[in-house]
């Protein structure tokens, strides 16, 4: 026998020792590994010495890069060990499988003849009597057989499974492509092979069952094909996992890489690490404990039968003796040490784009570190290092890589500071793939982007790209986009449009000296913006329903935003005349009108006499009730010291809620509850006591909260006091 098929288990830790010990014994002269034959071109970069797993083959369409397949080893898998220990000792080593040049292009057809799919470890552990395939595979497999024999059993088992079973035609294709290899190797030599592959595909690679040449060859003959590229790109322990959606991932990363790394004692020294994290987190731990915790892991293997604690005894036995019972703790050793945050490394060595080195060249210069663990960072935009980082993560925003996420940091956006969360994902390396279509550089890549984008934007879609490539510092760029956006503006009759765009140019405009960035600009556009909105959002407004006119208000509240961070008396004028219009316009929304006029009255441009009058206008009970209970909404929202401090308003409301017809007060409450809502605990109990006075007959006086009994004289003697202390 001079062709060895060692059928192992992805991301197996057991498998991997077992490979590193077949290959030692074999002393194979050629090593295949499952996976597309483009990472042969790639594979040498695996010993250079900056390579650092978990990483994974990258392979991609060239014209299409988001099309790519990952293909991810740990330190743990056997398909790394075998490549490693072919590259130490000298030896070839080839990938075999489906190319990936069909792989990523290829249908998969209906084929009538498959039987249904199957998974084998679940079907040996139900016939062995476990319910727990994963527990079975580790006491049958993993923790024991480190030798040939594991896989002469496992290959018997696979066998058997096979046995009357029709792959669906993929499978078919892709086993056909591994013999296809496995014969070329075999030709012209008459060395030692060993194949190292999933354990499911070992008896269909044993020679003496392959089908004939001709048959693989139809299987293999007229499929489509596409031109790619391959790579090695960082990985993470979390993107090994199962829960991240990976089909070949393992429950718990951390502990299988564990398992292989640990010289002995791997209980005891697993369960320090526990302890050492839990005490980091002001857990009383005692080394006493950690001994207590690996008897009783010793304990409850003995107990079921196994022949060594597997993972649930030892995360028993850490809950029970380290954690107290409590699963509160297990969470963090679950999200730490199961699974981890390890990220991968490549060497500069390794193939990339010129996007991608250009980031890694920035990264490096402005010493930004790349983690598969979620960084919370704080910038300073007054400290040229924190605004150059500002920048790349805003370009890089623009390109479709978010490697950071802006934060909410409580503070409007016109402060000096910038709050972001980075955390580098695996699927980030295909997007720089992806962008480098656009340039070779991040801000050649960013502008070109911001261009495109310019060219077939619409108002509200060019208003928010203004502010983009304001933070991107792309100025070449922005005077391209704010052509475009006045261009428009002009042509643009859309009243609702234009609205949308004022508040992010207001932005733009007050900030940008922040980024030391001219906005002349910006602000004749947003004056020529105000200006039509002032024209039409009188007519706007009317004939709306519920929904369009809930809309509307959010857009009114914008401008309003943004006309307040622009302060010019000018515009304010224009902006406030047509408020006017909307609040003295019949047919306009209750919610509408009623925004107009606490805008008015904010602004100081209307009384309080004037607001009660038109409030008691509106909740005449001769008018429509759901209109007033709109104009209420619109008028009273996000504000409650209008009812607590004028109690003129209160009386008219709380006369209006008590004489609504009962038929219509259960329809009305949703949006009086939803008003009120808004207000703060403390607001709302100030107005039911203010309300409790009004109807205790004590008028304004009572809803002012007004002592009537108070003795003005003696009062009036501690005023120059208090003036004094004012000064």
């Not at 990523?104 to 470890?121: F, T, W």
């Not at 922040?514 to 602000?523: K, S």
Request: contains cysteine; charged residues 25%.
């Amino acid at each position: 026998m001079r062709v060895h098929v060692l059928g192992i288990r992805h991301h197996g830790p057991g498998s991997a020792r077992a490979v590193a010990a077949a290959l030692a014994q074999l002393d194979p002269a050629v090593v295949l590994i499952e996976g597309p034959p483009e990472l042969d071109s790639v594979a040498p970069q695996a010993a250079l010495e900056g390579m650092r797993p978990p990483v994974a083959g990258l392979v991609y369409a060239v014209d299409k890069p988001a099309t790519a397949h990952f293909y991810p080893m740990a330190v743990f898998s056997p398909e790394w060990v075998a490549l490693r220990w072919a590259q130490e000792h000298g030896r070839e080593v080839r990938f075999l499988d489906l190319p990936a040049n069909v792989a990523l292009v290829l249908d998969d057809e209906d084929d009538p003849d498959a039987g249904p799919p199957l998974d084998p470890i679940r079907t040996l552990a139900e016939a062995a009597g476990f319910d727990d395939p994963e527990r079975w595979w580790e006491d049958a497999v993993e923790l024991r057989y480190p030798t040939l024999e594991r896989f002469d059993a496992v290959l018997d088992a696979m066998r058997t499974l096979r046995e009357g079973h029709e792959p669906d035609l993929r499978t078919q294709r892709r086993e056909a492509a591994m013999r296809r290899v496995l014969r070329a190797a075999m030709r012209g030599n008459d060395h030692t092979i060993a194949v190292v592959c999933g354990a499911w595909h070992a008896p269909v690679l044993e020679p003496s069952a392959f089908p004939t040449q001709a048959e693989d060859s139809r299987l293999l003959k007229g499929l489509p094909t596409t031109k790619v590229a391959a790579t090695w790109v960082p990985w993470t322990s979390a993107r090994l996992a199962r829960a991240s959606g990976y089909g070949a991932g393992i429950e718990s990363p951390g502990w299988y890489h564990h398992l292989f790394t640990a010289r002995d004692q791997v209980v005891g020294r697993w369960l320090v690490r526990v302890a050492r994290l839990l005490r980091g987190e002001q857990h009383d731990v005692s080394s006493a404990s950690v001994i207590e915790a690996v008897r009783l892991a010793d304990a409850l293997a003995a107990l079921r039968g196994r022949p060594q604690p597997g993972l649930p005894e030892v995360l028993e036995a850490c809950q029970a003796v380290l954690c107290g019972g409590s699963d509160v703790p297990m969470r963090l050793v679950a999200r730490k040490l199961l699974v981890g945050d390890v990220l991968g490394h490549v060497p500069p060595e390794t193939p990339m784009v010129p996007l991608a080195r250009d980031l890694a060249a920035a990264r490096k210069r402005l010493r930004l570190k790349q983690s598969a663990a979620a960084q919370e960072l704080d910038l300073d935009l007054r400290t040229p290092s924190h605004l150059e980082r500002s920048k790349l993560l805003h370009r890089l925003l623009l390109l479709g890589v978010p490697w950071g996420e802006p934060r909410e940091t409580g503070r409007t956006k016109g402060t000096f500071r910038e709050s972001w969360t980075l955390e580098w994902k695996p699927e980030l390396e295909v997007a720089l793939i992806e962008a480098s279509g656009s340039g070779t550089t991040i801000e050649s890549a960013a502008t070109a982007v911001v261009r495109q984008r310019a060219a077939t934007g619409d108002i509200a879609e060019l208003s928010t790209l203004v502010e983009a490539t304001l933070t991107a510092d792309l100025p070449s760029a922005l005077a391209e986009v704010l052509a475009a956006l006045d261009e428009r503006a002009a042509r643009q009759h859309d009243t609702t449009r234009l609205m949308a765009a004022v508040e992010p140019m207001a932005r733009v405009r007050r900030y940008g000296n922040v980024r030391r960035a001219d906005t002349e600009l910006v602000q004749r556009v947003v004056t020529g913006l105000v200006r039509r909105i002032a024209v039409g959002l009188p007519a706007a407004c009317a004939g709306l329903d519920e929904d369009a006119g809930r809309e509307l208000r959010r857009l009114v509240d914008g401008v309003q935003r943004g006309i307040g961070l622009l302060d010019q008396e000018e515009l304010r004028e224009v902006w406030h005349g047509a408020l006017r219009s909307v609040a003295a316009r019949d047919g306009v929304p209750g919610l509408l009108a009623g925004r107009a006029v606490r805008l008015l009255l904010d602004a100081g441009l209307l009384g309080v006499a004037d607001v009660a009058a038109r409030l008691s206008r509106r909740l005449s009970l001769a008018g429509d009730a759901v209109q007033a209970a709109g104009w209420l909404e619109g008028f009273l929202s996000g504000e409650a010291a209008l009812l607590v401090h004028e109690p003129e308003l209160l009386e008219i409301v709380d006369r209006w809620a008590t004489g609504v017809a009962a038929e219509l007060f259960d329809h009305l409450l949703p949006l009086l509850r939803r008003t009120f809502a808004e207000f703060s605990a403390a607001e709302r109990r100030d107005i039911g006591l203010r309300v409790k006075r009004i109807d205790r007959g004590e008028g304004a006086a009572g809803a002012r909260g007004e002592d009537t009994t108070l003795d003005h004289e003696r009062a009036a003697l501690v005023v120059p006091r208090i003036l004094e202390l004012l000064g």
